[in-house]
């Protein structure tokens, strides 16, 4: 089942902070943050395990919150580079089918 | 460095003939995975494999196949592509030590119908 992404899209000035949530409503065992640049591959972040850890990428974190089943993405201090689709994709607890299920994407621009 | 190769980056079709996209990797992953992406939407799951065990999605059309003749490699056959399958195909990879393993993405293949 996919994930709903929000917001759609963002623009951020250079050293903005945002947000992008993730959100599902089965229990999730994983959820993987992906950017994507335009006509490129996906390229992968992170990975939040359930247990609501934390982790970062540059200055880019996230959170995964168990009972919400939510994961959220902080973009801290935005870079140009930062511009890109996100994509959080998400693995079903007790699947084990290696299988994600990805958001519709959050697209961000980040302007000078 | 180990990767994830696509060819071609690009594939022009005739709309009706078969065409063949190839995967390669070198990062000797149990896992194989086949995403169609149209614009602005995201990768949508076409089939995997774990080894040479196949895994189909309902919702993947017939004429969509594939084949894995070995780790490295992996094959998206198209049979009678339509106006509605140009699309980037992109090719994933990942590991199987344990269910957190991230995705390795080839740099994928264009396909335009004609």
């Known amino acids: 089942q996919q994930p709903v992404q929000s917001p759609q899209a963002v623009i951020l000035r250079e050293g903005e902070d945002a947000v992008i949530n993730c959100s599902s409503s089965k229990a999730l065992y994983s959820v993987h943050w992906y950017r994507q640049k335009h006509g490129e591959a996906p390229v992968f972040l992170m990975i939040l395990l359930k247990g609501g850890e934390q982790k970062g990428h540059e200055k880019i974190s996230a959170s995964f919150n168990e009972k919400k089943q939510q994961s959220s993405l902080y973009l801290t201090a935005s870079q140009l580079s930062y511009s890109g689709t996100y994509f959080c994709?998400?693995?079903?607890?007790?699947?084990?089918?290696?299988?994600?299920?990805f958001g519709a994407g959050t697209t961000v621009t980040v302007r000078a | 460095d180990a990767m994830v190769i696509q060819n071609p980056r690009y594939q022009v079709t005739q709309f009706g003939k078969p065409v063949t996209l190839s995967c390669s990797q070198t990062?000797?992953?149990?896992?194989m995975y086949w995403y169609q992406q149209k614009s602005s939407q995201a990768p949508k799951l076409l089939f995997h494999y774990y080894d040479k065990d196949f895994n189909n999605e309902a919702d993947t059309p017939d004429n969509f196949q594939s084949r894995r003749p070995n780790t490295s490699f992996c094959f998206l056959d198209i049979r009678s592509p339509g106006l509605g399958d140009a699309a980037m195909y992109l090719c994933a990879t990942s590991g199987s030590d344990g269910n957190n393993q991230p995705q390795h993405f080839g740099d994928g293949t264009r396909l335009s119908i004609l």
């Open positions: 990062l000797n992953h149990n896992v």
């Open positions: 994709g998400t693995e079903m607890a007790g699947t084990y089918d290696y299988k994600l299920s």
